[in-house]
């Protein structure tokens, strides 16, 4: 367990450089087009251009094209808008909408006993204490276990051995390529992508991670936990 987080903590730190240098390429090589672009224009008002030139500005306009479609299909998914048609080139638009989605998301102030709180540690805590507030009074001895099925409808011996057999690779294999793609299946919002593709590499340590779990030897909480979200009406 301790070997998978920080592997996955160090290819999400990587992952994250690695975003930020290719989209800065990507402007950078945007910008070269266009200048290179522009070039081509001011030599083809003086006459008509060879037809190497002219198959390269064909090329330009192409690319920029593609790098456009790409960046309006890249902001168009953070936006979750699937209502607009694919190729309107709305980029600005979905990019408007989806650092919106994200300003309404952030809780910028909030208030206790009349007194508004703006620190971003004071209103973590303040929730924290709230929802600790609420369990706190919560009994544990007060939670009763009723049977609601008969015997008959109960498991038998074999299904229960086939129940608490171990996990074997192939089955696990097509569960995680069976899953759904461009999703985040934990909190640690790594998308199942990664999973399937490098599946080759983690199957080793994923085996291990389950053999844990059958032997009732993993810390479960360290890899599956939920999030409370605090919903202001």
Same mark, same amino acid.
């Given at each position: 367990?301790?070997?998978?987080?920080?592997?996955?903590?160090?290819?999400?730190?990587?992952?994250?450089?690695?975003?930020?240098?290719?989209?800065?390429?990507?402007?950078?090589?945007?910008?070269?087009?266009?200048? #290179?672009?522009?070039?081509?224009?001011?030599?083809?008002?003086?006459?008509?251009?060879?037809?190497?030139?002219?198959?390269?500005? &064909?090329?330009?306009?192409? #690319?920029?094209?593609?790098?456009?479609?790409?960046?309006?299909?890249?902001?168009?998914?953070?936006?979750?808008? &699937?209502?607009?048609?694919?190729?309107?080139?709305?980029?600005?638009?979905?990019?408007?909408?989806?650092?919106g989605k994200k300003r309404k998301n952030t809780i910028f102030s909030i208030h206790q006993n009349g007194e508004e709180i703006k620190e971003e540690d004071k209103i973590l805590q303040h929730a924290t204490d709230y929802y600790k507030e609420l369990i706190k009074g919560f009994d544990i001895e007060e939670v009763k276990y009723?049977?609601?099925?008969?015997?008959?409808?109960?498991?038998?011996?074999? #299904?229960?051995?086939?129940?608490?057999?171990?996990?074997?690779?192939?089955?696990?294999?097509?569960?995680?390529?069976?899953?759904?793609?461009?999703?985040?299946?934990?909190?640690?919002?790594?998308?199942?992508?990664?999973?399937?593709?490098?599946?080759?590499?983690?199957?080793?340590?994923?085996?291990?991670?389950? #053999?844990?779990?059958?032997?009732?030897?993993?810390?479960?909480?360290?890899?599956?936990?939920?999030?409370? &979200?605090?919903?202001?009406?």
């Amino acid at each position: 367990m301790d070997r998978w987080i920080i592997k996955t903590k160090r290819v999400k730190k990587f992952l994250k450089g690695w975003g930020l240098s290719l989209k800065g390429h990507t402007r950078k090589y945007r910008r070269i087009l266009r200048e #290179e672009l522009s070039k081509l224009e001011k030599i083809e008002e003086d006459g008509m251009l060879l037809a190497l030139l002219l198959e390269r500005k &064909t090329f330009i306009q192409s #690319e920029i094209l593609r790098l456009l479609e790409e960046e309006e299909l890249y902001w168009h998914k953070r936006s979750n808008l &699937t209502w607009l048609l694919k190729g309107d080139n709305n980029t600005g638009f979905f990019h408007r909408v989806a650092n919106g989605k994200k300003r309404k998301n952030t809780i910028f102030s909030i208030h206790q006993n009349g007194e508004e709180i703006k620190e971003e540690d004071k209103i973590l805590q303040h929730a924290t204490d709230y929802y600790k507030e609420l369990i706190k009074g919560f009994d544990i001895e007060e939670v009763k276990y009723v049977v609601c099925w008969t015997t008959e409808e109960q498991i038998s011996p074999c #299904e229960h051995e086939e129940l608490i057999k171990g996990f074997d690779i192939e089955e696990v294999k097509y569960a995680i390529f069976s899953m759904e793609k461009n999703t985040a299946p934990g909190p640690d919002h790594i998308p199942v992508e990664i999973f399937q593709i490098c599946w080759e590499i983690i199957k080793g340590e994923i085996m291990e991670m389950f #053999e844990e779990f059958s032997n009732n030897n993993m810390d479960i909480g360290r890899l599956n936990y939920g999030t409370i &979200t605090l919903i202001l009406r």
